[in-house]
């Protein structure tokens, strides 16, 4: 199945390395996330070309398995395995329809939620997530922020704009714009808080909590005055 991300394939890499959102609060906020992750077992759904997969592998994770419903991202993530092997597994699937691949320490999900198209889609991602924790085990996410004023600062001064184009119950439809060169746009979904926190604590976990982000920066450093302000990313962390 082709996918919007299987014509953006190798150029992926770039929005990571160049954009100040992805390469600054975005990472910092991951990395924070999944600090305590050596030794432990990790899925990374929409791993894509395996950006965060190898970060998570190169702090001492004991096995990662990626998985991202992108052939060519996929592709892209086993090239760059096969040139600098860390032993990273990936797999091809859709994270709505994943099943039990094994029973993690740990599920991370950078850019997943914003994917799904409905509540029936956000339910069947947070049961994937869920299902493939072993008791006790913890999922981390990176999201777009659900209490973004959309009257206030917007991301675009770090490399990104998220264009509403339609409202829906819940949230906005998204034309997504990560101005590197050239200028990469997909499509996405923003969700608001409770959607989202209903499907996590529907699926079982017994805790979720949406995590403040963290910013690699001065305090004096008035460039992300406006990130500051109105963060458009935040972090997710529920435990099984």
Known sequence: M??????????????KREMPLARGPERATVESLTGAVAGR??????????WYSRIIARAGAASVLGVDISEEMVAVAEHTEAREPLGIAYKVH???TLGVVGRFDLVNAVWLLCYARDRSDLAAMARTIHDNLAPGGVYTGLEMNPNFDWDGP?????????????DFPGGKELTVTAHVNPPISFQACFW??????TALR???????????PVLPADPGDTF???FRTNPAIVGIRAVK
Request: proline letters at 5%; charged letters at 35%.
């Open 94 to 96: 859709d994270a709505r």
């Open 202 to 212: 529907d699926a079982g976990f017994r805790s979720v909590e949406i995590v403040p």
């Open 192 to 197: 608001e808080e409770e959607p989202v926190v």
């Open 224 to 226: 992300w005055d406006d």
């Open 154 to 166: 917007l991301a675009t001064k770090y490399g990104l704009t998220h264009r509403p184009d339609a």
């Open 2 to 15: 082709r996918t919007q991300y299987d014509e953006i394939g190798r150029s992926y890499e770039r929005l």
């Open 41 to 50: 077992s990790v899925l990374d759904l929409a791993c894509g070309t395996g």
